[in-house]
């Protein structure tokens, strides 16, 4: 069963910039899997390691409607990038909250699968928001940082609000 627990802002842990994977293990292997369990169970469409106090360059994320089809990146770069698109986001390290946040609408990532196997993906939409979200977790970049100072102010106090009420 997992030990992991997700860390919430303002927890400076979040900022802290990921290394890459070099050992590709049964030790990585549980992690992504306790990962992906999470992920699940929050529930959530991605994760970073950075997350899970993990500062490996790794993410999982799920987008489909049936939570049928995992995704694992590791050490992601982007390749290639085009469009522009808004979407609404959410975090799991900020619990109760959503903005819009606008990033690019189609991206192309070089990655290493769980065996250390590099691929090369391309998503669009959705998925390719998710995926640059999760990539900024793995350098300590949080979606809020995307937003005004008065609307991160706002919707920060927000989550405080909710935080306090479920506390
Ligand atoms: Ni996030």
């Known amino acids: ?3 992991l627990t997700i860390l919430e802002y303002p927890d400076p842990r979040l900022r802290i910039t990921a290394q890459p994977v070099t050992v590709f293990n049964a030790e990585l292997k549980r992690l992504v899997a306790d990962m992906f369990e999470m992920m ?19 993410l999982v994320a799920d987008m489909s409607e049936d939570s049928n089809q995992p995704l694992v990146l590791i050490n992601p770069r ?5 469009g522009d698109q808004v979407f609404q986001e959410g975090c799991l390290s900020f619990p109760g909250i959503y903005a819009d946040v606008e990033r690019a609408l189609r991206v192309k990532v070089a990655a290493q699968d769980i065996d250390g196997n590099g691929f090369v993906l391309e998503v669009k939409g959705p998925l390719a928001a998710c995926v640059q979200h999760e990539m900024d977790h793995l350098v300590g970049k949080l ?7 008065l609307k991160r102010t706002l919707l920060l106090k927000r989550m405080e609000k909710k935080r306090r009420q479920s506390a």
């Not at 699940?40 to 790794?58: F, I, N, S």
């Not at 982007?78 to 085009?82: G, V």
Request: net charge negative; aromatic share 8%; hydrophobic share 50%.
């Open 1 to 3: 069963m997992a030990k």
């Open 40 to 58: 699940y169970a929050a529930p959530g469409v991605g994760l970073a390691a950075t997350q899970v106090d993990v500062h490996k360059q790794l």
């Open 78 to 82: 982007i390749l290639e990038k085009d």
């Open 143 to 149: 979606f809020v940082d995307y937003l005004s100072a």
